[in-house]
Nanobody, 123 residues
Framework: QVQLVESGGGLVQAGGSLRLSCEAS????????MGWFRQAPGKERQFVAS????????YCADSVKGRFTLSRDNAKNTAYLQMNSLKPEDTGVYYC????????????????WGQGTQVTVSS
């Protein structure tokens, strides 16, 4: 099993940047595909981005392409989501997730979840 803890959320003005971190417990972090999801008030949790075990491949939702970048440091058991040019519609609780499987775009593709970190983008 793996436990995930997100950090780095906060309040930022539109056009600003934030970097989210997701720290994992355990010694097998490199065996997990990592994903990021977000959930706005009253809406379903939606896929934002994912990164392969090595970090060599990343996938982003169309809504964040060109603005968000993923990375991971397997030596530090941490995944990162760099968010630039933030928009009010990016507001929500951001969750990191992990799976030993192939990953994907759906919440059911991931077995482990963090508690979430709030991101609020003001206009």
């Amino acid at each position: 099993q793996v436990q995930l803890v997100e950090s780095g959320g906060g309040l930022v003005q539109a056009g600003g940047s934030l970097r989210l971190s997701c720290e994992a417990s355990g010694r097998t972090f490199s065996s997990y595909v990592m994903g990021w999801f977000r959930q706005a008030p009253g809406k379903e949790r939606q896929f934002v981005a994912s990164i392969s075990r090595s970090g060599g491949s990343t996938y982003c939702a169309d809504s964040v392409k060109g603005r968000f970048t993923l990375s991971r440091d397997n030596a530090k058991n941490t995944a990162y989501l760099q968010m630039n040019s933030l928009k009010p519609e990016d507001t929500g609780v951001y969750y990191c997730a992990a799976t030993r499987g192939g990953g994907g775009y759906n919440t059911f593709d991931y077995s482990y979840w963090g508690q979430g970190t709030q991101v609020t983008v003001s206009s």
